[in-house]
């Protein structure tokens, strides 16, 4: 347990509750899930699935019905090719992360993560006794890795990549050729396992989603994580699954199996229905998460000292504030990104997350996951905050 820290996540949304307690109005753009409501039609599946008395223990790997709609859509989204024994359906995309990770790394395996990355995959990695090698990107390449930097990475001790594409917290989004780029490297080496977590795909600004286990070659070492979170604003329903190669799918049901059994039947009987039917709510909600983005990257310009890529993907901004270390508003001096989300919460009343929790130290990840008059509100507090840091 020494190992492990609080998520600087759920530490700002703490620190928020703890405020608000005290009678302060704080404006949220720390979250980190869609503020809409799950669909009607979800709803109603849910329901009906109770009335029917879906209220046993499930397979745990998932009811056979779902992981074939899960298959259906990998084919038509993706045009993967999966069978229902390459599917395992969780409580959430967290716990399939756990699983493929507890599953394959060994004590001193390496794994490469590129930064900035979400806060779980080296905190999982750090339980498995894994060693996390990060790979920086940088705002010059929109936060991308590229196929050079990863061949210079890859060691014969690599067991395992990790990345997200939408990326949380960048907003990166690798387009076909830049994936292609990637695949050529793994290409030459075989040993090396991907997990591609892709829990934001629907939520993409740039156009199409291309999944790394397009390729052959890859397809047959990658674990592609998705789940109903995000596109289907289903956070507190806990549905997440993978696909993977038949030899991994079993050992994750298997410790699976002995941690949780299959999640939730009602939630499962909803997630038939929100996979198989059109997605027209799904569509609607990115629509406005677009308009909200095209305002933040309007403040992004205004806020001449934070310096931003344009989000392709996911809700949120990622500028680099590092201007503002040094600098004090006479009370209190700014030393890193910890320091400054710390000052924007207790004296701007913003709660954002600094970006040492999705490991590069100069960078704020606000979210757009907030209506607009929030989001302009929070927007107006951050500027009048810092025009007081001299
Ligand atoms: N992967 C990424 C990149 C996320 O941002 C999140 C949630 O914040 C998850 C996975 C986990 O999603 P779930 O709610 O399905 O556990």
């Not at 069978?83 to 790394?105: D, R, W």
């Not at 790979?135 to 690599?158: D, G, M, R």
């Amino acid at each position: 347990m020494t190992r492990f820290s609080e998520p600087e996540t759920l530490k700002m949304a703490r620190l928020g509750r703890e405020l608000r307690s005290q009678g302060i109005d704080i404006v949220d753009l720390s979250l980190g899930e869609p503020d809409f409501d799950t669909p009607q039609h979800i709803k109603d599946a849910a329901k009906k699935a109770i009335d029917e008395n879906w209220s046993h223990y499930t397979p745990v790997s998932g009811y056979l019905d779902l992981r074939e709609a899960i298959c259906q859509k990998f084919q038509k989204d993706n045009h993967l090719h999966y069978t229902p024994e390459n599917i395992v359906v969780s409580t959430g995309a967290k716990q399939s992360l756990a699983n493929a990770i507890l599953s394959i790394i060994d004590e001193g395996d390496e794994v490469i993560i590129p930064t900035p990355f979400w806060v779980t995959y080296a905190a999982l990695v750090d339980l498995a006794k894994g060693k996390v090698k990060l790979l920086k990107s940088t705002l010059a390449n929109e936060y991308k890795i590229t196929p050079a930097q990863l061949e210079s990475a890859i060691s014969p001790n690599t067991k395992l990549f990790i990345f997200s594409s939408p990326c949380n917290p960048s907003g990166a989004v690798y387009s076909r050729s830049e994936i292609e780029g990637l695949a050529d490297v793994f290409t030459k080496h075989p040993d090396v396992i991907i997990i591609s977590d892709e829990i934001y795909e629907y939520i993409n600004y740039a156009g199409s989603h291309e999944s790394i286990a397009q390729f052959d070659e890859l397809k047959k070492r990658t674990i592609v994580i998705n789940g109903l979170s995000k596109g289907f604003a289903m956070t507190g329903w806990r549905l997440g699954y993978l696909a993977a190669p038949v030899q991994i799918a079993k050992a994750c049901e298997k410790l699976q199996g002995q941690f949780t059994s299959g999640t939730n039947a009602v939630t499962q009987r909803a997630a038939i229905t929100a996979l198989t039917t059109p997605l027209d709510a799904t569509f609607e909600m990115v629509k406005e998460f677009r308009r909200r983005k095209e305002r933040v990257m309007e403040w992004m310009q205004k806020l001449e000292h934070f310096e931003s890529a344009e989000p392709d993907g996911a809700f949120y901004a990622f500028p680099r504030v590092q201007y503002y270390f040094g600098k004090s508003d006479g009370s209190e001096m700014i030393k890193d990104a910890d320091d400054l989300a710390m000052y924007l919460l207790n004296k701007g009343h913003v709660s954002t997350v600094t970006g040492s929790a999705f490991g590069d130290p100069d960078c704020l990840r606000i979210s757009f996951a907030n209506n607009m008059e929030k989001i302009e509100e929070g927007f107006k507090r951050i500027e009048s905050a810092l025009s007081k840091l001299r």
